[in-house]
């Protein structure tokens, strides 16, 4: 890593085990990055706020109507890169530092903000925060979701001096909102095709999470003949291997199974439940039912033939998001004297600016990724690109902050 506002930040929650980062919501690696987040923003004279649902801002001049916003995510998935949501925090902060440097005074209120649990690693709940904020998650169900320990939501956000009962919806956060940008390194290879450093978001497509969950008979694993088992691993490893299949009948679809759950989990006992969790993602939304419909049915047919049942369960949705052309036009035109013509991109992953755009006027930035890896440690991009990214967010944030 190169870039060197990340350097300053590297060495909080290296995975050892999985390699890459595993940074959780309010885990300490999440805490520890929460604190510098804060720091930084106060050593740039912003004046920092946590809300309850765990987004942390930090404003310049007084929080009001109309304020742009940008940031993103420091949190990641397990055994993760270092460039998927830090990158476009410390870009934001870089961004404010020179103009600030410059004596450059905004017309409107700016804030950065770091949302909370953008990847959903810890309570398995992609862009956790932006969806309390927006409302696009109800309240109530989210304080009782779970980690793998057993903590619920509300108890984490109470450890951390936060009040659950005051989390969900925040109509006086979103009405500040006039409009998010969010820069993020890109996932995938479209700018390395396109040979260029930036470029803007078009759409993304509609993806959700599921549960497949395969109820059998626990038993023991030397007593019990193979003839008399109703071992529910089977008929998930069985559905498991299939999916690939269903996926690619679809053209321009994406089905993963990054995570498998099995109760009790003991080496010499034959599960009573496994828990199958699948990412699905295709073109269109009703293409990506489609596409869990006939996974689902593939899993009752492997369980069928297990002695085993099966059944659904979502745990999040989120439907194709289309960006506003005349808000990307607006960012076009910031870019283009130190950019010329920027390209415009779809992306197959979600992300807060998603969830934002029902409710606020958003945009996303990308930039280059000559991996074209993510969500995994030879996720990358030069420092060169990295400052591009900059450079481009600085230009955005200046046009727009300078018009009332």
């Known amino acids: 890593m190169t870039f060197q506002p990340l350097a300053e930040i590297a060495d909080i929650g290296r995975d050892r085990e ?36 765990a987004n942390i801002w930090a404003w310049w001049g007084e929080p009001g109507p109309d304020s742009v916003v940008t940031g993103s995510h420091l949190d990641s998935v397990p055994g993760g890169g270092a460039f998927d949501g830090p990158l476009g925090v410390v870009s934001a902060l870089e961004a404010v530092g020179r103009l600030r440097s410059t004596g450059f005074v905004p017309r409107r209120p700016l804030a950065v903000v770091a949302m909370a649990e953008e990847e959903g690693s810890r309570f398995s709940v992609a862009c956790l925060g932006s969806k309390l904020l927006s409302g696009a998650l109800p309240a109530e ?77 626990g038993n023991h694993a030397g007593a019990t003949r193979m003839q008399d088992r109703r ?64 996974i689902t049915e593939l899993a009752a047919a492997r369980a069928a033939e297990n002695g085993c049942s099966s059944r659904l369960v979502e745990d999040s949705w989120l439907p194709t998001v289309h960006f506003d052309p005349a808000v990307r036009e607006g960012l076009a035109d910031a870019l283009a004297p130190g950019f010329g013509t920027v390209p415009v991109l779809p992306t197959g992953a979600g992300h807060d600016a998603g969830v934002l755009s029902e409710y606020v006027p958003t945009a996303m930035i990308f930039v280059r990724n000559p991996s074209g890896v993510s969500h995994a440690p030879a996720e990358w991009a030069s420092a060169e690109d990295c400052w591009a990214g900059v450079d481009a967010l600085t230009a955005v944030l200046t046009a727009h902050l300078a018009a009332r």
Do not use: C, K, Y
């Open 231 to 294: 071992d529910p691993m089977v008929a998930a490893a069985a559905t498991v291997a299939a999916i690939p299949a269903v996926a690619m009948a679809h053209p321009g679809s994406r089905a993963t199974v990054g995570r498998v759950r099995a109760v009790p989990g003991g080496t010499n006992v034959i599960a009573s439940r496994v828990e199958v969790f699948l990412d699905a993602r295709a073109e269109d939304d009703l293409l990506t039912r489609r596409l869990v419909h006939e």
């Open 141 to 217: 169900r989210a304080l009782g979701l779970r980690d793998r320990d057993g903590f619920s939501l509300a108890e984490t956000l109470d450890r951390a001096g936060l009040a659950p009962e005051r989390a969900g919806r925040d109509p006086g956060a979103l009405s500040r909102i006039g409009l998010f940008v969010e820069l993020h390194v890109e996932q995938g290879r479209g700018l390395i095709e396109l040979d260029s450093p930036v470029g803007l978001a078009s759409n993304i497509l509609g993806h959700g999470r599921w549960r497949l969950v395969f109820d059998g008979e």
């Open 18 to 53: 999985l390699g890459g980062w595993s940074r959780h919501l309010l885990d300490p690696a999440d805490r520890a990055l929460r604190e510098w987040f804060v720091g930084r923003a106060q050593e740039l004279g912003l004046q920092t706020e946590v809300d309850a649902n």
